[in-house]
């Protein structure tokens, strides 16, 4: 089954969602702000992504900014970063099976929807 990593209020997000609904394949909505990830869901999905945990992170997000910006910071702490606050996660994210791609652009989601 097809997942996608979705932000309601994130354009982008929205148009992997049309781009999955109108596949006619049996998909999941993971609301990852509303419910985050645990450290070994994170750490599974960045495998399948297979990308570093920086490679992850959305640098122009206010909070990575001021906070973690210019920091040495290990891929562990990363990851524990990003659970504690999910806003940081790039998205959306689409998964079908051990497959995994960031949908920046939408059409990086094609080759597995």
Not at 28 to 50: D, H
Request: net charge positive; with cysteine.
């Amino acid at each position: 089954m097809i997942q996608i990593y979705h932000n309601s209020r994130c354009s982008k997000s929205r148009q992997c969602l049309s781009l999955i609904e109108n596949s006619g394949k049996k998909f999941e909505i993971i609301k990852y702000l509303e419910n985050p990830q645990t450290i070994a869901e994170l750490t599974v999905l960045i495998s399948k992504l297979g990308i570093e945990p920086i490679d992850l992170v959305r640098k122009k997000e206010k909070l990575w900014i001021e906070n973690y910006k210019n920091k040495a910071i290990t891929p562990k702490e990363l990851i524990e970063i990003m659970t504690e606050n999910p806003i940081l996660i790039e998205r959306p994210i689409v998964i079908n099976g051990n497959k995994a791609v960031i949908a920046r652009p939408i059409e990086n989601a094609t080759g597995i929807i």
